[in-house]
């Protein structure tokens, strides 16, 4: 199986410059709708999607390499090494932030630049650190997913994910972005959530930007702070935008701070 | 204003009246989600007043830290990308605290220029289907958990039960083996014992009669006799099997005794092979028939000679080892020393290497075998108090230890 089977890789646009986009946790590539659009016409842009989202081949899930963010960093290098990338800006959304850092860390010269929106490199509250969030409040995301799997998604889901052959079952579910396979979603949050990547800030050698979003319930403006103070050389840019996905409520905002940085 | 209904009349009703008290609780939010407004179904379900929430909260405060994390992450992005969410299992907050679980469907309001403006959401009271689900899930997880329990106890089980019937195999295996061991002994020792005794009956009258012969006579009597004695060293190695030979153990140097072997050991193995001697000179003696260990030394050179027709090389050694209890050769606990000939010549198969130390028994050509040198050898260390242990592959080669008891 190759990295762009495995990670539905699709190749849109124009442009030479590479630029691979890396959704977060709880959706999949559609929710990089209006940045393709804005885009497409100058750059070379790469949309995949982790494996257990999405179109990705839920056989490639492997929960030794999926237990740890850099087994999602591998997943990234291989489609960047198969598709023979250089230079590559990596945009990546909340979790697959911590992805690029620990991806650009492991193979610098692949990468040009790199866009963090709303990253966090610790969701857990340390003394001394605010990630925003007790154990006991990430308990209780798992407890809000396996609710959510006898829904729509645990009675629908897995019947959609079982026949990729046959896509008019898609149409039949209510919702139908953002699938994800129930049980490998499970992991995955706690794989985002309960991993730790402050030390490994320092490290990142490419030029970084920083998008933060006003009032983010999920990356709050001081763990925001607390990756630019981390990330020598970083630039950080405060949105007038509120909430977790900017690309998706405040695109035009976005694209300008991206566009600047670029 | 409003009349009284008159008799029989529908009672009034308005959209906003059913928006107010329908079964739903209506919320409107800001995309950055600020309540803009409640109905009274909603205010009755959550004990707030509308003021308490209408352009002061945000939806999200109504959720649980975990339904915060899954709004941003799950709800905010569907509802961007499809325009709609469905039946999102919630538990909201109340003013005093307590939670009741709702099942919540969204919809996106666009403004004059098809921006989302507002979020028109939907709570269903999910209190007795929420409970539906929790038992379907726990039964799903008992019935799993008992699966697995089952699958794991059943997989232990045959572990458990191959195990103990390996082992048990094994011990009946040494069991019958000793047996036969035993039982040929005892039957080669008593035959070797008859025939002994009526070879010297021969032999007492072969000298009687060769008084009374002339020269002619005397040749064929001492042809005779010569047969006798071949028959008589014979049954002596008979009756080493069946541990019945006169044995005469002293404290023995190996070294000593190896070495001054050296000459005879290599005639039996013949000139193409090499004899390597390691033998250490500080080893404690041994407690053994020096003359029997010889002749069993010599016994294996043979064996080795045969096995390596093309040439190769024998190594007599010796080392100081201990046995713990449970050894499976049955030696009692101690120290022994285990006197080994290691040589580089065909080897045995199993089936070979099972039968090698019965008398009689031997895979050599007739007039070349008799079947009788390991059994010898059996024979000697059982009833030096130590064990023969042999080990080999087709191939390989072949190891043949004496384990000999220490002398005290
Ligand atoms: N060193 C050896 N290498 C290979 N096979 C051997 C060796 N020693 C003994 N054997 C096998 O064991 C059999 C029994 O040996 P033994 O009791 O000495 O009787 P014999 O040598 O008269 O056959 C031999 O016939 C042979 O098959
Ligand atoms: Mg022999």
Known sequence: MTARQRNNVRIIGEGTRPMIFAHGYGCDQSMWRFMVEAFAHDHRIILFDHVGAGGSDLSAYDPERHGGLQGYADDVLEICRELDLRDVVFVGHSVSAM???????????????????????????????????????????????DSNQL??????????????????????????????????????ARVTFFSDNRHDLPRVTTPVLILQCAEDAIAPEAVGAYVHDNIPGSRLVRLAATGHCPHMSAPDETIRAMRAFL | MTQPPSPGALPFESAEELYENAPFAYLSVGTDGQI?????????????EAADLVG??????????????????????????????????????????????ALMNGTVLRDGEGRPALYRLTLLDASDRRAFERELQAARRRAEEAGEALRRLNETLEETVRTEVERRLRAEEALRHAQKMEALGQLTGSVAHDFNNLLGAILSNLEVAERHSD???????????????????????????????????????????????????????????????????????????????ELALMNLAVNARHAMPDGGTLTVSATLESAAGGDPGGLAPGDYLRVAARDTGIGMDEATLAKAAEPFFTTKPAGQGTGLGLSMVHGLAAQSGGRL????????GTVVAIWLPVAG
């Open chain 2, 389 to 396: 242990a042999l080990d080999s592959q087709p191939g390989e």
């Open chain 2, 215 to 293: 020269e002619r006579g005397r040749r064929f009597l001492a042809n005779a006799v010569r047969s006798v004695e071949r028959g008589e060293a014979l049954t002596q190695r008979m009756l080493a099997f069946g541990r019945k030979q006169r044995l005469n153990p002293t404290r023995v140097d190996l070294a000593g005794l190896v070495t001054g072997a050296r000459d005879l050991l290599e005639r039996s193995l013949g000139p193409g092979n090499r004899l390597v001697l390691g033998v250490p000179e500080d080893l404690p003696p041994a407690l053994v028939d020096a003359n029997q260990l």
């Open chain 2, 56 to 101: 002061v909260k945000r939806f999200p405060e109504l959720l649980t830290a975990g339904g915060r994390i899954f709004y941003e992450t799950h709800v905010q992005p569907l509802l961007r990308l499809q325009g709609t969410v469905n039946e999102i299992a919630y538990d909201i907050v109340r003013a005093d605290g307590t939670v009741f679980p």
């Open chain 1, 99 to 145: 992805i690029g850092v620990l991806a650009s860390i492991r193979e610098p010269e692949r990468f040009a630049k790199l866009v963090l929106i709303g990253p966090s490199p610790c969701y857990v509250n340390h003394d001394g650190y605010r990630g925003g969030f007790s154990r006991e409040d990430l308990e209780g995301l798992v407890e809000v997913l």
């Open chain 2, 36 to 48: 803009a407004r409640a109905n009274r179904t909603l205010l009755a379900w959550t004990g707030y």
């Open chain 1, 151 to 188: 829904g729509w998604a645990g009675t629908m889901a897995p019947v959609i994910m079982g026949n990729p052959d046959r896509p008019e079952l898609a149409e039949e579910l209510r919702n139908s972005f953002c699938r994800t396979d129930p049980e490998i979603a499970r992991r995955f």
